[in-house]
């Protein structure tokens, strides 16, 4: 199998961590409990961070005109560490 292929391969259907290289799954139990998840009830509504579900310290009213149009989105873990990496990995 040539390299372009078992490239395309190993991206569709991974048999190493993509975190620590580790033979198995996508993510080893290892790496995947290190990943800091976000509680979406605890999250901003309007912007997504993940402590403004009362009082968000990142809206402010600059950046409230500048999402008046956008739908609010939270990601699902925090872009630090091991998610940062394993999102660069896969972009």
């Known amino acids: 199998m040539g390299f372009v292929a078992q490239s395309i391969c190993e991206t569709l259907w991974p048999t190493r961590c993509a975190l ?18 976000i509680d979406y009830y605890r999250a901003c509504p309007r912007c997504g961070s ?8 990142r809206c402010n009213p600059v950046t409230e ?9 939270v990601s699902c873990f925090r872009y630090e560490g091991g998610a940062a990496l394993l999102i660069k990995t896969y972009k």
């Open 65 to 73: 005109r500048e999402l008046a149009d956008v739908f609010p989105c």
């Open 20 to 37: 620590c290289d580790t033979p198995g799954k996508l993510l080893c139990p290892r790496c995947a409990r290190s990943l800091e998840f």
């Open 50 to 57: 993940p402590w403004g579900s009362l009082q968000c310290d």
